[in-house]
């Protein structure tokens, strides 16, 4: 039989070996019984019996002795076997262990070339002379290199769309293959070579007859150019070579840069420029970079949409381009429209928890009062990003109005304080505008909201501003009347009366003017423009809760609540009624409901105090 790998484990004999011989004969043993009987007869033979039988037991002894030591010698030897076959064991474990972890490591390096996207700048040539005064091709490579990431980083998107930027040599080799000949750091290399969608720019620096330098750049799917300035230019070449380099090979992020830079014309010039050459993947990002910036430019809305349109048409699972379009939508007047966005958008993406970053839906639940998941979305947004957030406007500023809407005052005032402003982008200023001017609304300072919300609305002369921001003269209207100025608020009102928000607080102004038959009209107005929004059906209830139906202001607000479930202000007004009919057991259930929605809502907490009192 072959030998395997556990043979000789057990029962093993060694060959030849006789068990018989191993102790006296039972015959030998009968034998002396017989002369020791007999010897009783016979003194002589008494004596040779005992001589017999005393050899024989000494020859026992030797005989158990001889045993004893085969028997440790034995054990010694299968002891020594299988601490043999132990080892054997344990090294062939140890190699298939490492054999195991070797391929691992080849998959792990197998699957890093597939998916590498990473942008590999070269070290440049450079002549002796230039290198001997400091100016090497490593200086001139690492200085394109620091530009590039300063690029990168300040473009306002998502990481997952960004490459990693890397140089060429600053990866040092710390661990080999042994006997292999090849580190890891080489195999790597030699993979992402062969499999990566690496792209390698390097490129060259000379001094010209004219005293000028001329810097080089190329790369993979970068076409070489030629950047000349004066000796002492050095710095400014290598950021206009970063910025080709960067527009060349990623034109997606270069557009989104420009946008965020403010720089609208020069983007929507390159986008046109570029894209009936551009790849098939980029055109989707492309269009809805275009339609971006046509609205921040005043272009024509519906030209926007139709981009937006396109690019989802390129890609169904642009989900930006679809929380895009419901904004549109939204700011076009058309909230319904924009409402059954939002359902298009979840059900495309498998629902709210399916493939879309809760970001996406911000638009969707501005128009439902989802406030607290609008929060949450752009925190986690402008934690993302450094708190700058990778939208249009500064995130900061955003949160700031949602905290002051879900009556947070604390949070809100916090948000002034450290959201970084930026004389570049005048829109934080603005946003921030608008947000102190929602405060004093909230803490009735009417002084407060109305110089706050005229500051804000000089800034809507702007059309980037004002694309971001299109129910502002609804708030502003309201402010104004709530300062007193009656015939400003009218103003902006007759100016932007086509919105939920423009109807519902039309409707407000009315009945505090004491007009409830117009009142009731723009109530009606505001609930048939957008039947499936809560905003409409919330005022009317309140407003008639003012006029003493209590049962009409029930009925409105339940409705508001079913279309805007995590709208806190329906169900605290919705108990404030409940409260009123004597049905503190229901009313207190309500509050309780809508503190769940807005915690920090300290003239909610005070009713249901009271409440609670009262009932005990």
């Known amino acids: 039989m072959a030998e395997g790998l556990f043979d000789g484990t057990d029962g093993d004999d060694e060959p030849g070996e006789d068990t018989e011989a191993s102790s006296p004969s039972i015959s030998d043993a009968f034998a002396a019984a017989i002369a020791a009987r007999l010897s009783t007869n016979d ?49 062939q474990v140890f190699i298939a262990i490492a054999a195991g972890i070797v391929g691992i490591g080849l998959v792990i390096l197998m699957r890093d ?65 042994p006997d292999a000949g090849l580190s890891l750091g080489e195999i ?5 070579a062969r499999f990566g969608n690496d792209i390698h720019i390097g490129g060259d620096l000379v001094a010209t007859p004219a005293g000028t330098l001329a810097l080089t750049v190329r790369g993979d799917g970068v076409q070489a150019r030629t950047f000349t300035g004066p000796a002492a230019g050095l710095d400014g070449l290598i950021v206009t070579a970063a910025q080709y380099v ?34 098939a993947e980029d055109r989707p990002y492309l269009l809805n970079s275009w339609a971006n910036v046509n609205s921040n430019l005043g272009g024509p809305i519906l030209e926007s949409l139709r981009l937006y349109r396109a690019a989802i048409k390129l890609k169904p699972d642009y989900w930006a381009a679809r929380s895009n379009v419901i904004n549109l939508l939204s700011g076009m007047g058309d909230e319904e429209g924009a409402w ?16 879309v970053n809760e970001s996406y839906f911000a638009p969707w639940d501005a128009l439902t009062w989802n406030l607290s998941a609008l929060r949450d979305a752009q925190a986690a947004d402008a934690d993302a990003s450094g708190g700058i957030g990778t939208t249009d406007f500064s995130v900061g500023a955003y949160i700031a109005q949602v905290d ?32 102190r001017g929602l405060l004093g609304l909230e803490i009735h300072d009417p002084a407060r909201a109305v110089a706050e919300m005229e500051t804000f609305g000089s800034a809507l002369s702007n059309p980037k501003i004002a694309s971001g921001y299109p129910l502002a003269r609804c708030w502003i209207a309201r402010a104004e009347e709530y300062a007193g100025h009656p015939d400003k608020a009218d103003q902006y009102l007759k100016d932007d009366g086509t919105f939920v928000e423009c109807h519902r607080f039309r409707g407000d102004i009315l009945a505090g003017r004491g007009d409830w038959d117009g009142a009731r009209k723009a109530y009606a107005d505001a609930v ?15 407003a008639l809760a003012g006029r003493g139906d209590l ?21 605290k007004a919705w108990g404030d009624v409940l409260a009123r009919q004597g049905k503190a057991k229901e009313a207190l259930q309500k509050y309780a409901e809508a503190i769940r929605f807005a915690p920090e809502w300290k003239e909610l907490k005070a009713a249901r105090a009271a409440l609670a009192a009262r009932k005990t």
């Open 188 to 192: 790597s290399h030699l993979l992402k």
């Open 246 to 279: 960067y527009a060349e090979s990623q034109p997606v992020l270069w557009a989104i840069y420009l946008e965020g830079a403010g720089r609208d014309a020069d983007e929507l010039e390159f986008i046109k420029s570029i894209y009936a050459g551009a790849k």
């Open 43 to 91: 003194p002589g033979v008494s004596r040779k019996t005992e001589e017999f039988l005393a050899e024989q037991t000494r020859l026992v002894a030797v005989q158990r002795e001889i045993l004893e030591e085969e028997h440790a010698l034995r054990h010694s030897k299968l002891q020594g076997q299988r601490i043999g076959i132990y080892i054997r064991v344990a090294f």
């Open 404 to 435: 002051v809407l879900l009556h947070d005052i604390n949070a809100a005032e916090l948000m002034f304080q450290t959201v970084k402003t930026d004389d570049r982008d005048p829109s934080i200023a603005a946003g921030l505008h608008f947000a």
């Open 551 to 571: 049962a009409g202001a029930a009925s409105r607000l339940k409705d508001a609540h079913v279309r805007g479930p995590h709208w806190a202000d329906p169900l």
């Open 113 to 177: 070339a597939v998916t590498s996207r990473s942008v590999i700048v070269e070290a440049f040539e450079s002549p002796p002379g230039l290198a001997s005064s400091g100016v090497s091709g490593t200086v001139v490579a690492s200085g394109l290199l620091d530009e590039l990431t300063r690029l990168q980083n300040a473009t306002q998107t998502s990481a997952a769309s960004k490459r990693d930027l890397s140089s060429a040599w600053a990866h040092e080799v710390k661990v080999s293959v």
């Open 528 to 542: 048939a423009l957008a039947p499936d929004l809560p905003a409409g059906y919330y005022s009317w209830g309140v």
């Open 340 to 355: 059954r966005a939002g359902n298009e958008l979840a059900a495309s993406a498998g629902g709210r928890r399916g493939a």
